[in-house]
């Protein structure tokens, strides 16, 4: 992904464009070059020389030939081989087919990116734990299928968001310890060209290169890559719902939540050149007469046609990275369908999908960590919120008093009736209970006094179990922490 | 799925249909009201009550009025309340929202299921490594990109279905231990109504349901709905490789593999009433004279055009079925951005996609495993191939042979040249090796004998770490086993 | 789809179902006979006798060994043979595989389907050019990445809902019309068990079922199956766009739109037997006693645990369908690549699919009308929630007018400072602008008069082409309903 | 897609990477800038001198600060507001919001790729055009399930080719000609800041940019986007049928197809710089002594380990591309689910998808016209296996023959047990019918000719229709042509 685009989709990404994939290979190269010499089977050196001459700004894959075979590995060895002096060049791809330098490669690129998503991950809990231990009491209205419905408090929602991430770089991190092997089967599988010296050498090579030796090579067997999607699509998952639920309480009508003053207080991030301040919160906008089209400056949340608008750019690109996700998931899970020993188009079609995964998932972590890193909570607008609701939401509670004396039956009767008055009217629900003289009679004749239902209609009394829950999530975020 | 294609896509499925989604979202009603029992929040006995009421088999659907409030929760609740005595109808949904309970039936759902499935990947992972000790050693042609690459064995083969097969059932019974947890948070997942007797409820009715304990109610976080998804879809990705594969390998030009006589040798599985041996395999025709039309009898594997046909049945419904969950998978990962407390619309998305990657990955696996038991090797066809093949996939280890002696260019051109050459004439790479003077001198010349050559040439000695490999799958089958 | 989750997934929907398949098939086989009768190479009568005996309830699927062949049509056929007198048999069937009854059979359920929805849509349209028509003076604020934009009016709201309706209806249209052909060629694409007679018969069929003749047949081209498949899911996007906008509008503190009460006043789909006005507004909540769990009666939009609420359940239900339908299309896309003359797997995995974009598709449209014939715009409310916005969204228009006295770079900077201003002190822009000194002065310094920056604030004044827009859309509209 | 995978992925696109994006929204606002020219409302000379600075070259995206906006549009119009004469300033995105922009990018994206795919199409059409003239007499068998059938032409089966091609072309012809449509509706539809004019404006940019003019803005209505799409999966369709029959009839067991020697004699597309006839067919290999790991030289479907092998690169290709279309559709089609007047991410997820569909779709076009036009067609080959399969494809045949004479019944049991005989003895099905006594004896009972069984076993006597299609597939692709 280019500059253009790629401040939204890429954001903080290494290591998965054309550069990446290429250096991952000739890693793959390197390491197995070095298994050849520890096992005895190329000259001494030779490992050291290849590793040497792996490096990615030192190849053109224009000249690989590509297009030729359909997989860019043969031109690589073949020019790797010819960077090497003539002694170190047996140790190049020995043993090896194009498919154990690839899935290898992308092996190497998910431990590189899933790290990374690891920390982001790691940084974007810590600021949802934060939110949630701060705002532990603050009362807000909760929302189920978009309506108003009973009162949680918005550190339940942050344990909520909290929760997913730990879950979903517990899953990451399992992958990333247990799932990230080496390739090396050769031609079919069976590591024939090295005869008797395969099964050391590949236990050379996954030493070599960190990764996992698997029970035997799994060419056609993708549940590897399967398994570093999902738990890529994972994550991507917990910070679509993250930020999904800000966009949502950011609408200018509820207003709960809004982004930092650039999340971070950000600036573009490279000054064009020459340009001595653009973009900032100071610079003027474009002055060029005319009689119209004036260009506003570029600042965060800005929009091109509205001054007085403040987009929530974080939480948007969250959402332009996750929903590219499932899509690709797909294609990686029929994939896994590949003929006999290799595949005949469905290892191939793993390539882009698989890269942009890894980029896209990563670009969502940074965004979302910064998200929720510079959330601005407007607990004052939380309560008010609230207040608007004139006590509806706590009917249920209501009902729930009534009932131990009148039955549930009349309870739920005589509650329903005064909600329905009271949206009539437009009047607080506390004013149609103990304003009616009908109901203020029942109430009275059963004993419950207006105190009592003021106090059920408090929604600070009607939390349940949200402290327990908060509690909860975060004991487990630190036990997470310390694991 | 009714019984027009359900032989196909749901084989011995049990529990998805509407009666299964009845059963388990009254087995949720039925496991809270024993665990409000237990909490000492409803009388004695109403537990039993409402548990001995929660049979499907007396609710009808239809009367549950699911259109007006956009799920069945709120109909089922209320007609169970009606089947129980006054004193248990308390018991019933208390503290519940809707979500609570088809989201722990979803959990009770995937439990039976995923178990089903784990039997079945068992028997077909038996039946792998039956196949994979058997054929250690029968040699057969690896086929890459769909084209003869070099020597495998088998066994090999059987080795790569057996791993995948055993690393999908270790991911269910991971998912199945750890990741079904209840649902129980009320109406917005503070447990409000229930006051501070809601965490005791909660730990009670998952252990009443043998499900997990979560750390806050997961509404809104759907990664155990992924991770139900995904177990699924990695056992439905590792019976669709093993079924590509044999539809490849018993093309009648290949001819390698083909299903049994009927796998298990299958009659139509229910005979028509009235109907005497219908469908066997010594069922006439039907008779009924005119000028054509005849319709043969529906015979295992038989086509309704072509009496010479045999269909690869059980390998085609296994692709049937595993075709379908990439984008099922897709709907769900997409699904899992749910907004706030309670999503609109993304959590109602998920119920069918749901229950069909259940479905299918359970038929699949169904299919998949009396594929297995019942295929038949034809290891002389094997033999038969590779001999076709003229020794050209051996050419590598020629080339291997010579390089000790002239170096590897020089024995890449010569054997390269060879190879142009058998394919040109149509003769064995031993003929022209051992035929063509310029070459036969070349090889005297340089002190390799005939015998050498000849031995290069042989398949069987060009099988490097296969029998390693499959030793080590089989190795792991048996810890799978044991553990 | 079943009672439990039908009248969400599956409302108003004909044909699809185990029993609409069999059906669609037995019309197939009886187009045959009666073109095999009509091209003279059956005995008269045959083709009437078929037809005659092609009736669903007659048939019991479980019969048909669907588990030995694959596919029903084999077992079915031969059913069908045995239900006709002996000298019609030989019209069963004749010349034709199984592909050919399921894929012709694909074609009717498509026509049946497509008219219903077509039907759908243009209520849906229909409604929508009411509330085009009704509130193209209702002014509101539009709103851009979930944030308050610049003013609209409900009219062109509406009138954007109305354009793609029409849109999705003149695809389907198109489809129903041009798209749905006859599938026959026998076991191989020749027809050569007719000889001669195989194209003639193709064409009489095709007449007999009132679908295309194709220029040959189509088994494994499946652009048809595709071009289905992508007008319902182009349906499907039309009245998903409505269903998120009315669930977003109807937010209790947006409150513009709300669902009717019961779009149709709708009550229970089928009352309980022996009940006498179950869950209709009147009908008391269940009384059993107990200390709680009370379930309140089954309203339209009720919830299970919040008496206050009312959901919005019609755009719950479309979305719940329309959100199923991008996984559906995918997974029939990449059904598309079939084999040969017959696929191993694409084909079969294609029906479940299909059969459920189908379904949903016409589901979400039933809902969908009936949401837009029954919606409730609060005008009042619009005109509050667009005065809340206290002038800002007007600022561009301010803008507009400053700029051709003072120059667009001062008078951008005049009006962002204001903006600034009115945000901070929480006061409305008018204020602002008019009230602070030097403002003003630069106002009247530059001949701008107070009357000419309140015309400039005034929302119905910076409406644009709002009117122009839809009128457009509605003479379009009339165009569509008359062509 | 850069240079390491793009000769797979990208090969002979155009116009669809950073910078091709980056010229389509410069065309976009040069159009814009014209019609405020035409209309009146900018000066003279303006649109002429946005239209000269709009040059993708001059502006550097890393400059726009994307990452504050969310998208690169404002930084662009800023950027190239600065590139313009004073005078021509005020016509930079005048009226316009960023999503006009984009979104009318989009369409000459597609305007342009459409066409090329238009163009590949023609030949890949044309090319299986000539291969089923050419071939309309080559007998081949016809396979089903992977499995043999009955016998086809190759013309046959290449005129079910061109059929889908011609389909998928006409539909990108529809597309082109009337779904491309400008985007104009400024910041939330109305066109607000341009008064009365903007109706005129938008219908003279459309003019300009040779796009269609919609009814009214469709910025949340993104139908033409799934247009788009979708005919581009329907190209990507029908060129994936095509590879992967090539890949099956390519395999070495069955070599009827293979790919020319190079499709187009290719050669590695861009010689390494200061090589000599590098990677050629007559370069050596890497000579580099050492033990092993020689680097054969990079030859047209050369694989990296066998020197055996010729792989079918331009199908594998194909495949690699279009088996990543599917779910980049659904990721599409699930984006047309957009708020308001502005979506809040699912407009944002379009822009990779989009991209990449384009160019995977084209990608898979050049390579599948080339695949066509280089395609060998091994007719002996075809007939021998044919041969093979001993005339049990003509058992249907015969079944008929004997079916006049005694009865269909009869004659069924007769060919099958003659089959199952022929089967298990390895026996042509001709020898056994004809040479076994009690079967011979019923034949001439019958009156029927050992001439007349073997010309029933011809297979060229029992192609049916075969030639009535391919004619009719070759004149409806003459009128298509012509059209």
């Known amino acids: 992904v280019g500059e253009l685009f790629g401040p939204v989709f890429g954001r903080g990404v290494v290591g998965v464009g054309d550069t990446g994939w290429l250096q991952a290979m000739l890693d793959a190269e390197a390491g197995l070059a070095r298994a050849l010499e520890r096992a005895g089977l190329v000259p001494a050196g030779a490992g050291q020389a290849v590793t040497a001459a792996a490096r990615a700004a030192d190849f053109d894959p224009a000249t690989f030939g590509t297009g030729l075979t359909g997989n860019p590995v043969p031109g690589l060895a073949r020019a790797l081989a010819r960077q090497v002096p003539a002694a170190a060049a047996g140790a190049v791809h020995r043993g090896a087919t194009s498919q154990d330098i690839i899935d290898t490669a992308m092996m190497l690129m998910a431990s590189q990116v899933i790290g990374a998503v ?16 701060r705002h532990r009491d603050t009362i807000m209205i909760g929302r189920t299928l978009l309506q108003q419905a009973v009162p949680v408090t918005f550190g339940l929602v942050a344990a909520g968001w909290l929760t997913a991430l730990d879950e979903a770089r517990a899953g990451l991190v399992m992958v990333r310890d247990t799932r990230l092997a080496v390739q090396f089967g050769g031609a079919a599988g069976s590591l024939a060209s090295l005869g008797a010296d395969g099964p050391r050498v590949a236990a050379l090579m996954a030493a070599e290169l960190g990764l996992a030796l698997p029970v035997l090579p799994w060419h056609t067997d993708r549940l590897r890559v399967l398994d570093i999607s999902t738990s890529l699509a994972r994550a991507s998952a917990a910070l679509g719902k993250i930020a999904r639920d800000v966009t949502l309480l950011a609408q200018n009508e509820i207003g709960e939540l809004r982004e930092g003053q650039g999340p971070e207080g950000r600036r573009p991030e490279k000054p064009p050149a020459g340009s001595g301040g653009y973009g900032g919160a100071d610079s003027p ?42 899509g690709l998931l797909a294609t990686l899970a029929g994939s896994a369908e590949q003929e006999e020993q290799r595949a005949a188009g469905a290892w191939h079609a793993e390539w882009e999908p698989y ?77 149609v209970l103990l304003g009616v003289p009908e109901l203020e009679e029942a109430l009275s004749a059963a004993g419950i006094s207006a105190e009592q239902v003021e106090a059920a209609l408090e929604p600070a009394g009607y939390l349940g179990a949200t402290q327990v829950f908060i509690d909860a999530a975060l004991a487990a975020h630190g036990g997470e922490q310390d694991g």
């Open 355 to 431: 890269t942009a995964l890894h980029r896209l998932t990563q670009s969502a972590a940074v965004w979302g960590a910064e998200l929720l890193r510079g959330l601005v909570v407007d607990a004052p607008r939380m309560a008010a919120n609230l207040a608007a609701t004139k006590g509806l939401p706590m009917a249920e509670h209501v009902t729930a008093l009534l009932s131990g004396v009148l039955g549930a039956a009349r309870a739920h009767d005589l509650v329903a009736r005064a909600s329905e008055r009271a949206v009539g009217a437009g009047l607080p629900l506390r004013d």
């Open 285 to 326: 906008p474009v002055r060029r007469g005319g009689v119209g089209g004036i260009v506003p400056p570029v600042r965060y949340g800005s929009s091109s046609a509205m001054p007085n608008k403040r987009n929530p750019v974080a939480a948007v690109a969250v959402l332009a990275c996750t929903r590219q996700v499932p």
């Open 118 to 133: 690891i920390q982001d991950l790691a940084q974007a809990a810590e600021a949802s734990a934060r939110l949630a231990a």
